[in-house]
């Protein structure tokens, strides 16, 4: 496994086939707690935010207002690619960018559409991620694990990577 810096564009080639993200928040008590939301984005911009919506009077809008550290993780189980995102989360007002990223499919959650009074824009800078990304077939993967059970040695599956956005 290797670290690198600001690559968010590999990041982004694993998130953006991906439907759903969880995103993992703090309650006031300690314990975690996560939701399955769409990132609304088609692609990461210039500051490493994704986006979500979110209903502002929800569990969600509660919770990062008071401590906006979250986690978004990614497991797209058909490529075999896996993204855990850090980074910190906020509730923005910005009706151009409600309005650019709004879907037909949001639309069933907020039905006035991107001007709903409940609409949250939920932004999520990246500071950190991590990716696993395997490029091998099945097979192959099964022929590379029995082989480690074979010669004991740990097989190397993939490419591992940490990166520091920030």
């Known amino acids: 496994m290797t670290a ?13 086939d991906t439907r759903f993200g969880m995103l993992t928040h703090r309650h006031a008590d300690g314990q975690l707690h996560s939701h399955p939301l769409t ?4 692609d990461v911009d210039e500051n490493a935010t994704l986006y979500f ?7 969600i809008a509660r919770h990062v207002a008071t401590d906006p550290t979250v986690n978004v993780s990614y497991a797209n ?12 989360a ?9 309005e650019a990223l709004f879907t037909k499919m949001a639309k ?5 559409g991107p001007t709903d009074t409940n609409l949250g824009l939920l932004a999520v800078s990246v500071l950190r991620a991590e990716y696993w990304d395997v490029g091998d077939s099945k097979m192959v993967q099964l022929f590379k ?7 004991g040695n740990t097989p190397e599956l993939g490419e591992h990577k940490k990166v520091a956005v920030s």
């Open 145 to 151: 694990m029995a082989k480690a059970v074979v010669t």
């Open 90 to 98: 906020a509730l923005l007002e910005d009706p151009a960018k409600k």
């Open 53 to 59: 919506f979110v209903p502002k009077d929800g569990e």
């Open 39 to 42: 990132t609304q984005n088609q």
């Open 108 to 112: 069933a959650w907020f039905p006035e």
């Open 4 to 16: 690198t810096t600001g690559n968010t564009s590999k990041l982004w080639e694993l998130i953006k």
């Open 77 to 88: 189980t058909d490529d075999d690619s896996y993204v855990s995102v850090s980074g910190h």
